[in-house]
């Protein structure tokens, strides 16, 4: 079994900062990508920033310059630096990770809430 457990969500006034944590635990042999999801009232689940297993990273355009995804292999943790937020960016932030077990299993976090004040 494999959880993803995240933190790092809070309230935050437009132009400040908020870092995302998310660690995988469990039986796990290897990790391949990982990323974060982000659902905003009323719209669907868009993904928002991915790293692969060799660092590549890509970024949804309206976080672009802004955001920042990392991940730690060591710790199976992935990270994301939100700098520059604006009201358009609260949502739930969904933790996300294709991992290895006895299989390939595509799992998610509980998710952690961002709300950027105006």
């Known amino acids: 079994q494999v959880q993803l457990v995240e933190s790092g969500g809070g309230l935050v006034q437009a132009g400040g900062s908020l870092r995302l944590s998310c660690a995988a635990s469990g039986s796990i042999f290897g990790i391949d990508h990982m990323g974060w999801y982000r659902q905003a009232p009323g719209k669907q689940r868009e993904l928002v920033a991915r790293v692969t297993s060799g660092g590549d990273t890509n970024y949804v355009d309206a976080v672009k310059g802004r955001f920042t995804i990392s991940r730690d292999n060591a710790k199976n943790t992935v990270y994301l630096q939100m700098n520059s937020l604006k009201p358009e960016d609260t949502a739930v932030y969904y933790c996300?990770?294709?991992?290895?077990?006895?299989?390939?299993?595509?799992?998610w976090g509980q998710g952690t809430l961002v709300t950027v004040s105006s």
């Open positions: 996300n990770a294709k991992v290895y077990t006895s299989y390939w299993g595509n799992y």
